[in-house]
């Protein structure tokens, strides 16, 4: 991408603001700073924007596909020249306070240059084969691609362990605009900018931390986040829900709060789970009109305006609604099912359900727990979550807490006043 | 300045190899008289960039028709400080979208056809494109209107003021605060915080200190807006200050009107009125306030207390939402009668679901950990006891058996109406409104449309909820707070915020003359050929966003900068005299005629696409970049939204010998997806007439059809074509084609 990359000492550069991340939050928060009038950077680690919402099949409570809102808000990058994007971008390092901050930042290397036309030659010659990290591993993606239908920028990205092969260097030939670049390196680069936006999100809970629900164990046993990939017509099974042996789904069980409201795993709520998996139950009840489905649920959270999805969920007369935390999951060996055993809450009776298909409604972890800002002075809360300070770096969306789509936009536009404040401040 | 158009053909990725450039190059120069016309083996290559910037200088050229790939790439790559530019998307839909040409013959002609007209309908436009002058009005203000003095209100003020911008707040009370000021605690906003798990002051002292004492704000208390007049940037508001009116120019307002509580008399069914010690949330708050936690009937301690969830919330007969932060409220409260009880405390919380999102459930635990009991149930009898105090019947669904207990107070967690008038969503007008009614209102607003603002559902306005949850139907007019979604202070402090910046951002673009979301930063607006008008109001009644009003001869009166540049206006004039410099009903009806369609004897049909630029069109994109094959015999023209699809358009398309016209656009109804709100679902309603036209013309109606889709159905998009060129293939041979 031939963008105009604010490296600053002039004054301009002052007023710059760096987003971290390029997810929906991210996204909102550079745009929406940008439509004020101020100089964004929005930097991403992966190659293309979107985040977890390009993963997602349909946004509750809608059911619409949340790339109508991605590519009206990848229109306002392009139409922006406020905007620069910078992919596969790292911040490694931040000094200095509000208003002027120094920003080392890594760029690691796409071995395609910004020839690349997205033709595709170089995927059509490639035979190696990645996990693909899009699809949670549910399937392979040529070593060299564009990732998913809204990559944006649709430029392609060549796995760095593939680039050290031989077979890369072969692409170099395959390519007619002379893109690929197998050799090329990691870039380190400093801005001086005045405010940030942590917007860096979030990861679905490793499930297999949690034993007794047997995942990666017991077949058959996936998670939410899975699902939406499954069940989206460009991901891994073309959109169907499959079992792994392909065998027909009759029977499909949602476990709610997999790992969260747990001391053992994530205390908090994920707060979008419940939501998330009465979604999942149109998913289901789209591709399999006779399947009984069952959630099991601690309290159901449908907050304020929710409520009315809940309700048009509930008026599937083939949900079960069980108010239960699952003691754990059994296989059925022959049947290749998985068992759910517990205790109804509400009848005192005891379960041992067998299930075609089991979903754990799995939480949010917060990217910032494991990375956290590279600055020194920040707080965080018990669970590694930023706290919202007033300073001139702020959190927004799932780095801040576990947030819906709505919410994460409206915090990460209120963190866009905050940022143009700090700007404000540092111009006196 | 003279247009002065260059035309700039790409030959790479596979365009040379499937069309013949020679005489596409040829269409533009001889055929479409552009004699400006160059080819580049890779355009959006430096050197290509480098060619274009060249003419630039050598040639005046201030025009630009890149015939390359889709505009959805290389939007950086080919701006060259204009929006005098038009790209041709002839990578996407005549190369990729197409079979492979070097092994089918005929394939490789039906694209060459495709690419010649693409290219025609881009010589057409830039031809017909005006650079759009922007609007500007000296009187233009970047002043900030807070409505609502309250948590919100002041957050959005301060938060303004602080970005250096000018604040009138008004305020109905004679002080500040709204009713954060007269609660006792709030909940944490993140009790996972180290040292924050506990109940906290409000600091609505200190915020209603730093708001009247803040150089930008202008405060008026004791206050009301009387009346709304003008538009974004040019709001000239009436205050009414205690019967003293002042008139305050306004670039954009913030609506911070908060909640009111839902009437507990409607809630007999869980006691109240039963005795005097059955009390709202909000009493009970005072009481806690006040340090004095007793019985109203006796004025005793109250140190059993019960709280009953959900009361008038989630109920069908009542409010149908959830109010958001009725648990936590109760747990707060719960812990105020703990804290002034200790060991003597009794507290139960009597729920239906208990909902403490996010962190909130580490306070949830801590009301546990305090000895808070929650019993998940329904209230079956609530009575007075003689004694004082009321005995409460529970049936308890985790004990499953009815439970008695006596509390010296029952608490109904009542639930949160949004305390601001709105219209309904499907009505466009609230002109009948009474003086006295109209006075009521809280903006006020003299739009034709209606005093108040749109609401989507349960009278909350707004119309994106999820992805853009600030926009409402009134461009420069946010809300923020309970008012716009039930939530509670924590929540109110940032939704104020970001209602701050909308509205900044509001006023930052009005200055530049440009569009505010979707079409951020789009300096074109529409024009009115006023002596054309037959004064029919369809303009004025089906802008989505109320931006014209009317004059008492029912002439429209367009308020540019409430505009969002959807273009509805231009699609509903039938007289034609509502046009944008770079779009209008000529332009797109010009492109539509300079098809060339050729003779019935060829057999091959023509097919219109009017597809809507933010979703339809960017599926075919997609579908082009994934090698699925586009029917050859489409052509599409993207619009700004189907509202602006005006019906003269399917006469043109099918005096010109089109056989079909197609229009692909957003799911309307329930749900809507239309970035404009109402552009597809007019889009509908207007065709709905369109039979009759067509049958004046003896064609079929089928020949014309609207389908709703959205912008992942890439894969259904290439059968869907296929079979409409084949039903109206099937129709039989279009009486106006060319000879």
Do not use: H, W
């Given at each position: 991408m031939a963008r105009r990359c604010v490296m600053a000492d002039g004054q301009a550069a002052s007023q710059t603001i760096l987003v971290v991340g390029g997810g929906m939050s991210g996204l909102t928060a550079a745009v929406e700073a940008a439509e004020v009038g101020r100089d964004v950077i929005l930097v991403e680690k992966r190659p293309y924007l979107g985040g977890r919402v390009a993963q997602l099949n349909k946004y509750f409570p809608k059911l619409c596909t949340p790339a109508c809102g991605l590519e009206i808000n990848y229109q306002r990058v392009r139409n922006n020249p406020r905007i620069t994007v910078l992919t596969l971008t790292e911040v490694q390092e931040i000094q200095g306070s509000e208003g002027d901050y120094t920003v080392r930042l890594r760029e690691n290397p796409r071995f395609v240059n910004e020839k690349c036309t997205a033709c595709g030659e170089c995927a059509k010659a490639c035979d190696a084969e990645v996990d693909d990290e899009f699809n949670f591993g549910l399937s392979k993606v040529k070593a060299v691609g564009n990732g998913h239908n809204m990559a944006y920028p649709n430029r392609y990205a060549m796995s760095p362990e593939f680039a050290k092969t031989p077979e890369a260097e072969k692409l170099v030939a395959v390519c007619p605009v002379g893109a690929i670049e197998p050799k090329m390196e990691a870039k380190e680069s400093t801005l001086h900018i005045s405010s940030i936006i942590w917007a860096t999100g979030w990861t679905p809970y490793d499930a297999s931390k949690i034993r007794p629900y047997g995942y990666g164990r017991i077949p058959n046993v996936t998670t939410n986040m899975r699902i939406e990939r499954m069940a989206n017509k460009f991901?891994?099974?073309?959109?169907?829900?499959?079992?792994?042996?392909?065998?027909?789904?009759?029977?499909?069980?949602?476990?709610?709060?997999?790992?969260?409201r747990d001391h053992n795993y994530l205390p908090f709520c994920s707060r979008i789970c419940c939501l998330a998996s009465m979604k999942q139950t149109t998913y289901v009840r789209e591709q399999f009109p006779d399947a009984k489905i069952t959630i099991y649920y601690i309290d159901l959270r449908a907050m304020d305006r929710y409520e009315a999805f809940q309700k048009k969920i509930e008026a599937d007369q083939g949900i079960r609604w069980i108010k239960s935390k699952p003691a754990r999951i059994d296989a059925d060996l022959e049947s290749r099912s998985p068992i759910v055993i517990g205790e109804d809450t509400l009848t005192g009776v005891r379960y041992a359900d067998k299930y075609d298909l089991v979903v754990l409604a799995t939480g949010m972890e917060p990217n910032i727990a494991a990375s956290p800002v590279p600055a020194s002075g920040m707080t965080y809360d018990a669970y590694g979550f930023l706290a919202n300070a007033t300073t001139g770096i702020v959190g927004t969306g799932c780095a801040t807490g576990p947030q819906d789509v709505s919410g994460s936009v409206q915090a990460s536009t209120a963190a866009a006043l905050k940022a143009i404040q700090s700007a404000a401040k540092a111009r006196g | 300045m003279e247009k002065k158009i260059g035309c700039y053909i790409c030959t790479g990725c596979g365009i040379n190899e499937a069309l013949n450039v020679k005489t596409l190059t040829a269409t533009v120069a001889k055929e479409q008289k552009i004699p400006l016309v160059k080819n580049h083996a890779m355009l959006c290559s430096p050197e290509g960039v480098e060619m274009i910037r060249n003419d630039m200088t050598s040639e005046g050229v201030n025009t630009f028709l890149i015939a390359a790939c889709s505009p959805r790439v290389h939007v950086e790559t080919f701006r060259f400080g204009t929006p005098m530019i038009e790209r041709v998307n002839l990578r996407e839909f005549a190369v990729w979208g197409q079979p492979d040409a070097a092994t089918d013959k005929d394939a490789k002609e039906d694209a060459q056809a495709l690419g010649e007209d693409l290219l025609r309908f881009g010589c057409i436009r830039v031809k017909k494109m005006n650079n759009p002058e922007p609007f500007e009005d000296p009187g233009l203000s970047k002043t900030i209107l807070v409505v609502g003095g309250g948590?919100?209100?002041?957050?959005?003020?301060k938060g303004a003021a602080d970005a250096g911008y000018d604040v009138v707040l008004v305020e109905k009370a004679v002080e500040l605060g709204g009713k954060v000021a007269k609660m006792h605690r709030l909940t944490p906003a993140n009790p996972s915080l180290p040292g924050k798990d506990g109940l906290q002051e409000t600091g609505a002292k200190a915020l209603c200190l730093a708001v009247e004492t803040h150089p930008r704000i202008k405060l008026y208390k004791n206050a009301r807006v009387k009346q709304t007049v003008g538009a974004p940037g040019l709001f000239?508001?009436?205050?009414?200050?205690?019967?003293?009116d002042t008139v305050e120019r306004i670039g954009s307002i913030v609506v911070a009107t908060g909640y009111n509580l839902y009437d507990p008399n409607k809630l007999g069914h869980l006691g109240y009125g039963a005795s005097p010690d059955v009390i709202t949330a909000w009493d009970f708050e005072q009481m806690a306030r006040e340090g004095r936690i007793v019985r109203k009937s006796d004025g005793l301690p109250a140190k059993r207390v019960a709280f009953v969830q959900c009361a008038g919330s989630r109920d069908k007969n009542h409010l149908e939402y959830c109010s958001s932060t009725c648990c936590t409220v109760s747990m707060k409260q719960a812990l105020y009668v703990i804290d002034q009880y200790k060991n003597e405390a009794s507290t139960c919380v009597i729920y239906q679901e208990i909902r403490t999102p996010g962190q909130l459930e580490d306070f949830y635990r801590k009301a546990q950990n305090e000895g808070v009991v929650f019993v998940k149930g329904d209230v079956k009898q609530v009575a007075a006891n003689s004694g004082g105090g009321v005995k409460v019947q529970v049936a308890d669904k985790l004990l499953r058996g009815d439970e008695s207990m006596?509390?010296?107070?029952?608490v109904l967690a009542t639930g949160m109406t949004p305390n601001i008038d709105t219209t309904d969503p499907n009505v466009s007008s609230n002109l009948n409104l009474s003086d006295e009614e109209r006075a009521k209102t809280v903006l006020n607003l003299d739009y034709r449309q209606g005093a108040s603002l749109p609401s989507l559902k349960w009278g909350f306005p707004d119309s994106h909820y999820i992805c853009f949850p600030y926009e409402t139907r009134r461009t420069g007019i946010y809300v923020a707070g309970p008012a716009r979604r039930p939530m509670g202070a924590a929540s109110s402090a940032t939704d104020a915020m970001g209602a701050a910046l909308k509205a900044i951002q509001a006023v930052e673009s009005i200055s530049r003359g440009a569009a505010v979301h979707p079409r951020a930063g789009d300096l074109s607006y529409p024009s009115f050929r006023k002596e054309g008008c037959t004064q029919c109001k369809r303009c004025t009644e089906e802008c989505p966003f109320g931006a014209i009003n009317e004059d008492d001869k029912g002439n429209p009166q367009f308020n540019p900068t409430r505009c969002r540049r959807c273009g509805t206006c231009m699609g509903a004039c039938p007289q034609k005299i509502i046009s944008f410099a770079n779009y209008s009903v000529d332009m797109i009806g010009a492109m539509i005629k300079g098809c060339e369609v050729p003779p019935a004897e060829d057999e091959k049909p023509r097919i219109l696409v009017l597809a809507c630029e933010n979703d339809a069109y960017p599926a075919l994109d997609m579908a082009g970049i994934n090698r699925q094959k586009l029917n050859p015999y489409i052509r599409v023209i993207p619009v700004r939204c189907l509202g602006s699809v005006n019906l003269v358009w399917i006469a043109d398309a099918m005096s010109t010998g089109y056989d079909g016209v197609m229009l692909l656009g957003c799911r309307h109804g329930d749900d809507y997806q239309c970035h404009f709100v109402?552009?597809?679902?007019?889009?509908?309603?207007?065709?709905?007439?369109?039979?009759?036209?067509?049958?004046r013309l003896q064609l079929d109606s089928a020949r014309v059809r609207l389908t709703e889709i959205n912008i992942m159905d890439v894969d259904r998009l290439p059968g869907l074509l296929d079979d409409f060129v084949k039903e109206v293939t099937a129709l039989g041979e279009q009486p106006y084609k060319p000879f």
């Open positions: 991901g891994p099974s073309g959109g169907k829900i499959v079992r792994d042996d392909g065998k027909e789904i009759k029977n499909v069980a949602f476990i709610q709060c997999a790992g969260s | 948590y919100s209100g002041m957050t959005a003020a000239d508001v009436t205050i009414d200050q205690a019967g003293s006596e509390v010296d107070l029952l109402r552009g597809s679902a007019l889009a509908e309603i207007r065709l709905s007439k369109v039979a009759e036209t067509l049958s």
